[in-house]
């Protein structure tokens, strides 16, 4: 099984609507984080959350919305979506050992018309 | 703030070695990692390099870091058509907007029979 899971996999949705992401994790990591890829931008770091309830901006935070209820899960919600929230999104997991590695989801294609 | 940049596109045929290459603003990382991103799949970590070594090398890859120069490489001896990826170079970061680590925008590795 999956240590990191994502779902829907795929979403397409119209502009305004509400859309929520969740992601699952069972590495038992208290860090998490969703960014959202695009084309020629890279990975851009939207929230991240180092606890239960611990949530920060990331670079582009503007349009969407986290929440950190439980450890294993952080989900990610865009209020009323727009066209340019089009995007392939991840979610990530970390360790908090010596060496900062994280362990990402297979991501969320979301398609806003 | 820091930043991470590396070329876009890299094609090579295979058989040939490939190298990607980085630079990164922020000295002070203590380690600088490469990601790997495979179509359809999220990044998984593929190597690392302590911010004290010059150089690590794992079976086909060779990590090479000039502090000085702030510039980090990846080699991959003898590529093969399954290591068409996307490759991340990415340094530390500690907190703020930009969470723990800073990916650079990635370079996409085409590799041709």
């Known amino acids: 099984d999956a240590d990191v899971t994502q779902t829907p996999r795929n979403r397409i949705t119209k502009t305004g609507k509400r859309i929520m992401l969740e992601c699952s994790q069972t590495?038992?990591?208290?860090?998490m984080y969703w960014y959202r890829q695009d084309p020629g931008l890279g990975l851009r770091l939207i929230y991240y959350?180092?606890?239960?309830?611990?949530?920060n901006k990331g670079e582009i935070s503007d349009g969407y919305s986290v929440s950190r209820q439980a450890q294993a899960k952080f989900s990610l919600s865009l209020e009323s979506a727009i066209p340019n929230q089009t995007a392939l999104y991840f979610c990530?997991?970390?360790?908090?050992?010596?060496?900062?590695?994280?362990?990402f989801g297979p991501g969320t294609r979301l398609t806003v018309l | 703030g820091e930043d991470v940049e590396q070329s876009l596109f890299l094609s090579v045929r295979e058989g040939d070695s490939s190298v990607i290459n980085c630079t990164y603003t922020?000295?002070?990382?203590?380690?600088l990692y490469w990601y790997k991103q495979e179509p359809g799949a999220g990044l998984q970590l593929l190597t690392y390099?302590?911010?004290?070594?010059d150089m690590k090398q794992d079976q086909r890859l060779t990590v090479l870091l000039n502090k000085k120069d702030k510039h980090l490489s990846l080699r991959i001896a003898d590529t093969q058509t399954g290591d068409s990826a996307i490759y991340f170079c990415?340094?530390?970061?500690?907190?703020?907007?930009?969470?723990?680590?800073?990916f650079g925008k990635g370079t996409k590795l085409s590799v041709k029979p």
């Open positions: 390099i302590f911010s004290n070594m």
């Open positions: 922020d000295s002070s990382s203590t380690y």
């Open positions: 959350s180092f606890d239960v309830k611990d949530i």
């Open positions: 590495k038992g990591h208290d860090r």
């Open positions: 990530a997991t970390e360790s908090s050992d010596l060496v900062n590695e994280q362990f």
């Open positions: 990415a340094e530390e970061s500690y907190g703020g907007s930009q969470g723990n680590l800073i």
